[in-house]
């Protein structure tokens, strides 16, 4: 079975590889189907011949009974009641006995909210044997096959310490064999709701940057460290040469992600689960619009009754936002013009060794704080950057040159990050004023050198980068090929030792990276970043090289990158965990352009993702997606400068089926005109 499962992923890889010029891919539903259509005239053909035609004379007979019993004394001394009212008087009877012939095939709510409920809004329940709408055998193999899936990914995220949906897990805990292995997500307990409970987060009098001691951070384990195939393994002594020392900490299976992706991958072209998960996808779309047909109204009231709260003072979080471009093209054009202002003789850049200041840079562009403007800037996506990922990181640079990107928006250069740190702490005091706005800004990790980490934790100390609106994302870009070109780096391995070591050698010993302990306090987690689109020439599976032998300049394919930083998230979170310390989760870009199996990657390993656009293609995909809950941070407004037109967009639609989206900015300096 195992062979056949990869037989099948490595075909649909290899068509994604060759790029073929397919009508719709195996894994997409075809909207205009043949079949679908005859499959479903005969099931209304057979529903109408099955139905019992002795019932409808005495559900009439009773309905009219009904109506003259309840009519009032005052309608019928008035003569025949208008068309209108006698429609609806004699449509609510039908329904009530309709709903006594249905009413033991209805699962209903507890009592009290079924009350509650009946009285505020109008629902739709839809009863009888067979609701869903493909043969019994096909509904059978398809709700294994969806529960099976299920399985995967909350192994994956018990074992990495990430969160999976407690209404999922709770039906999955009834449908297992044994009972599942008690998961972090169950240990942390829901915030109270109560019309008493404290809104604000609580500050410290005291900067969190401010107390750097070494001799009072947590003690020196005296743990040694060596990556081992591409995962770090922890030993209990300095010498890593002793097996027997080796630290006990879950590690993944390489053998096992590759045969749970293999079952994925043939899953999602399966065609009896793709017909099942279209149609549930449809009948979650209708249900979303029969419920605002008659509830709209009703929703509208009952949010106007909601004191002091409305669009403007509810708490919004921005999950996809880069640090580099979080602020707007008009904040960065005034930044700069102050900064010429007030700092033109500072040193700022050494080019070719000799050292310039900021009247030099701007000299050698004939340009004066007069002649900038947002246009001059240039900062601003346009029709340019569409399917051109190249056009759009060029954008990153102020009047394209990339000394000025080096000087004002990174956080490693001639002055530090003076800059960047400060146009960063004008972005969250503007967040801190309106109260109720939160960001997650990713800040970049390359994985070329092993002080990057330090450095980053030195700047965002030194300069005191915090705000309680703000929370870190550590986001690694997916450029090995870049970097083994310029012979920065010798192998892939090279590259995860320089991302996780360090952060094991902090969580070991705090006091031998002091800055990068208090920095850690602060981050959520690890982002994967790069051009989606990118043709992969290498397929991953158990012939794959391991990370120490690949040395070649083509880049490794994208489930390889989240794999392996996956696995090493993994072992760090097991050991801060172990010292009380919080941990981190996997939240990549995902699904915003090429080949769908970096979704089935996203879905088996990674918390949340951001963009998911390819689940439109996918059916079984989207399902999965819905039924797991898993985040999706999606940003309309970049699609439609790089990938997707604003008005082909499937927010709206994955709104109306239940996925769990959030929306975001991703790029304000690129996309917004305003804050």
């Given at each position: 079975?195992?062979?056949?499962?990869?037989?099948?992923?490595?075909?649909?890889?290899?068509?994604?590889?060759?790029?073929?010029?397919?009508?719709?891919?195996?894994?997409?539903?075809?909207?205009?189907?043949?079949?679908?259509?005859?499959?479903?005239r005969?099931?209304?053909?057979?529903?109408?011949?099955?139905?019992?035609?002795?019932?409808?004379?005495?559900?009439?007979?009773?309905?009219?009974?009904?109506?003259?019993?309840?009519?009032s004394?005052?309608?019928?001394?008035?003569?025949?009641?208008?068309?209108?009212?006698?429609k609806?008087?004699?449509?609510?009877?039908?329904?009530?006995?309709?709903?006594?012939?249905?009413?033991?095939?209805?699962?209903?709510?507890?009592?009290?909210?079924?009350?509650?409920?009946?009285?505020?809004?109008?629902?739709?329940?839809?009863?009888?044997?067979?609701?869903?709408?493909?043969?019994?055998?096909?509904?059978?193999?398809?709700?294994?096959?969806v529960?099976?899936?299920?399985?995967?990914?909350?192994?994956?995220?018990?074992?990495?310490?990430?969160?999976?949906?407690?209404?999922?897990?709770?039906?999955?805990?009834?449908?297992?064999?044994?009972?599942l292995?008690?998961?972090?997500?169950?240990?942390?307990?829901?915030?109270?709701?109560?019309?008493d409970?404290?809104?604000?987060?609580?500050?410290?009098?005291?900067?969190?940057?401010?107390?750097?001691?070494p001799?009072?951070?947590?003690?020196?384990?005296g743990?040694?460290?060596?990556?081992?195939?591409?995962?770090?393994?922890?030993?209990?002594?300095?010498?890593?040469?002793?097996?027997?020392?080796?630290?006990?900490?879950?590690?993944?299976?390489?053998?096992?992600?590759?045969?749970?992706?293999?079952?994925?991958?043939?899953?999602?072209?399966?065609?009896?689960?793709?017909?099942?998960?279209?149609?549930?996808?449809?009948?979650?779309?209708?249900?979303?619009?029969?419920?605002?047909?008659?509830?709209?109204?009703?929703?509208?009231?009952?949010?106007?009754?909601?004191?002091?709260?409305?669009?403007?003072?509810?708490?919004?979080?921005?999950?996809?936002?880069?640090a580099?471009?979080?602020?707007?093209?008009?904040?960065?054009?005034?930044?700069?013009?102050?900064?010429?202002k007030?700092?033109?003789?500072?040193?700022?850049?050494?080019?070719?060794?000799?050292?310039?200041?900021?009247?030099?840079?701007?000299?050698?562009?004939?340009?004066?704080?007069?002649?900038?403007?947002v246009?001059?800037l240039?900062?601003?996506?346009?029709?340019?950057?569409?399917?051109?990922?190249?056009?759009?990181?060029?954008?990153?640079?102020?009047?394209?040159?990339?000394?000025?990107?080096?000087?004002?928006?990174?956080?490693?250069?001639?002055?530090?990050?003076?800059?960047?740190?400060?146009?960063?702490?004008?972005?969250?005091?503007?967040?801190?004023?309106?109260?109720?706005?939160?960001?997650?800004?990713?800040?970049?990790?390359?994985?070329?050198?092993?002080d990057?980490?330090?450095?980053?934790?030195?700047?965002?100390?030194?300069?005191?980068?915090?705000?309680?609106?703000?929370?870190?994302?550590?986001?690694?870009?997916?450029?090995?090929?870049?970097?083994?070109?310029?012979?920065?780096?010798?192998?892939?391995?090279?590259?995860?030792?320089?991302?996780?070591?360090?952060?094991?050698?902090?969580?070991?010993?705090?006091?031998?990276?002091?800055?990068?302990?208090?920095f850690?306090?602060?981050?959520?987690?690890?982002?994967?970043?790069?051009?989606?689109?990118?043709?992969?020439?290498?397929?991953?599976?158990?012939?794959?090289?391991?990370?120490?032998?690949?040395?070649?300049?083509?880049?490794?394919?994208?489930s390889?990158?989240?794999?392996?930083?996956?696995?090493?998230?993994?072992?760090?979170?097991?050991?801060?965990?172990?010292?009380?310390?919080?941990?981190?989760?996997?939240?990549?870009?995902?699904?915003?352009?090429?080949?769908?199996?970096?979704?089935?990657?996203?879905?088996?390993?990674?918390?949340?993702?951001?963009h998911?656009?390819?689940?439109?293609?996918?059916?079984?995909?989207?399902?999965?997606?819905?039924?797991?809950?898993?985040?999706?941070?999606?940003?309309?407004?970049?699609?439609?400068?790089?990938?997707?037109?604003?008005?082909?967009?499937?927010?709206?639609?994955?709104?109306?089926?239940?996925?769990?989206?959030?929306?975001?900015?991703?790029?304000?300096?690129?996309?917004?005109?305003?804050?």
């Amino acid at each position: 079975m195992d062979g056949k499962y990869k037989e099948i992923a490595e075909e649909l890889f290899c068509r994604s590889l060759a790029d073929s010029e397919m009508r719709s891919a195996p894994y997409e539903f075809p909207e205009d189907s043949p079949i679908e259509q005859l499959e479903e005239r005969r099931q209304r053909l057979e529903r109408q011949i099955s139905q019992d035609v002795k019932l409808e004379p005495d559900i009439l007979l009773r309905a009219k009974q009904d109506f003259l019993k309840i009519d009032s004394a005052a309608d019928l001394h008035s003569g025949l009641l208008p068309s209108g009212r006698l429609k609806v008087r004699v449509a609510r009877v039908c329904v009530r006995l309709f709903k006594e012939q249905g009413e033991d095939l209805v699962d209903h709510l507890p009592k009290d909210r079924d009350v509650l409920l009946e009285r505020e809004f109008q629902r739709v329940t839809i009863s009888g044997e067979e609701t869903c709408g493909v043969p019994f055998t096909d509904l059978l193999d398809a709700a294994k096959s969806v529960v099976k899936a299920l399985f995967i990914r909350e192994k994956y995220m018990g074992l990495s310490l990430q969160s999976f949906c407690k209404t999922t897990a709770r039906f999955l805990q009834n449908l297992s064999e044994k009972p599942l292995a008690p998961r972090m997500y169950e240990e942390i307990p829901e915030t109270p709701v109560a019309a008493d409970a404290p809104v604000h987060p609580p500050f410290a009098d005291q900067h969190p940057y401010e107390k750097c001691d070494p001799e009072s951070m947590p003690g020196d384990l005296g743990f040694g460290l060596k990556m081992v195939n591409g995962v770090v393994h922890v030993y209990t002594k300095q010498d890593i040469t002793d097996k027997t020392t080796e630290l006990d900490l879950p590690y993944p299976d390489l053998p096992e992600f590759v045969a749970d992706m293999n079952v994925l991958m043939a899953l999602i072209i399966n065609g009896p689960i793709k017909s099942f998960c279209y149609r549930r996808l449809q009948y979650l779309s209708s249900k979303f619009q029969m419920h605002v047909l008659l509830n709209e109204m009703k929703e509208l009231a009952a949010q106007k009754k909601v004191p002091h709260r409305d669009f403007y003072n509810i708490r919004k979080v921005d999950t996809h936002i880069h640090a580099s471009s979080c602020m707007n093209q008009k904040h960065l054009l005034r930044f700069i013009k102050r900064a010429m202002k007030k700092h033109l003789e500072e040193i700022v850049h050494v080019e070719k060794g000799k050292e310039q200041t900021l009247k030099e840079v701007f000299e050698t562009m004939n340009l004066t704080a007069y002649d900038l403007s947002v246009d001059t800037l240039d900062v601003h996506a346009d029709r340019n950057t569409f399917h051109r990922f190249d056009k759009f990181n060029a954008k990153y640079n102020p009047i394209g040159e990339s000394v000025l990107r080096e000087i004002f928006i990174k956080t490693d250069n001639r002055v530090s990050g003076k800059y960047f740190a400060h146009i960063i702490k004008e972005v969250m005091s503007d967040l801190e004023e309106s109260k109720y706005q939160n960001a997650e800004l990713r800040l970049s990790i390359y994985g070329r050198s092993r002080d990057e980490w330090d450095k980053l934790a030195k700047w965002a100390v030194r300069h005191k980068v915090h705000s309680n609106n703000v929370r870190w994302l550590v986001q690694v870009p997916r450029l090995f090929d870049v970097y083994k070109t310029k012979k920065q780096l010798a192998n892939f391995q090279e590259m995860l030792e320089n991302i996780f070591l360090p952060l094991f050698e902090a969580t070991i010993h705090p006091a031998s990276h002091p800055e990068l302990h208090l920095f850690l306090e602060h981050v959520d987690g690890f982002d994967s970043v790069d051009d989606e689109s990118k043709p992969e020439h290498h397929i991953f599976n158990l012939d794959s090289p391991l990370p120490g032998n690949w040395t070649e300049e083509d880049n490794p394919p994208y489930s390889y990158y989240l794999y392996y930083t996956y696995a090493n998230m993994v072992v760090l979170n097991h050991l801060r965990r172990k010292r009380g310390f919080h941990t981190f989760v996997l939240r990549p870009h995902c699904g915003e352009a090429g080949p769908i199996h970096h979704l089935v990657s996203g879905f088996m390993l990674s918390e949340n993702i951001s963009h998911g656009l390819l689940l439109r293609k996918a059916p079984v995909l989207q399902y999965l997606y819905y039924l797991a809950q898993i985040g999706i941070a999606m940003s309309p407004l970049s699609n439609n400068s790089l990938f997707l037109s604003y008005h082909r967009n499937p927010l709206p639609e994955y709104l109306s089926r239940g996925l769990m989206v959030s929306l975001s900015t991703d790029d304000p300096l690129q996309f917004h005109f305003t804050k």
